[in-house]
């Protein structure tokens, strides 16, 4: 069994394979690194049941990209 957190994400992009992720600490706002920008997700209330446990969602809400 894992010690680390994970979450559901939900919305973003449709080419975005990984949708159960580790959260360390868990918290409000997650980004993931993704086709050479941020994916920001935020957390809300609902849970998702999954093979790996219930988990919390965290619901795409923007993009931003990295600056070269």
């Not at 069994?1 to 360390?24: C, F, H, W, Y």
């Not at 998702?48 to 795409?60: K, M, R």
Request: hydrophobic share 35%.
């Amino acid at each position: 069994m894992s010690n680390s957190v994970k979450a559901v994400l939900e919305g973003g992009p449709e080419d975005l394979q990984a949708r159960i992720v580790p959260i360390t600490p868990p918290g409000i706002e997650l980004k993931i690194l993704f086709r050479g920008g941020y994916e920001h997700f935020k957390v809300t209330a609902r849970h998702q049941d999954t093979p790996e446990g219930s988990l919390p969602v965290y619901e795409w809400t923007f993009r931003t990209e990295i600056a070269e």
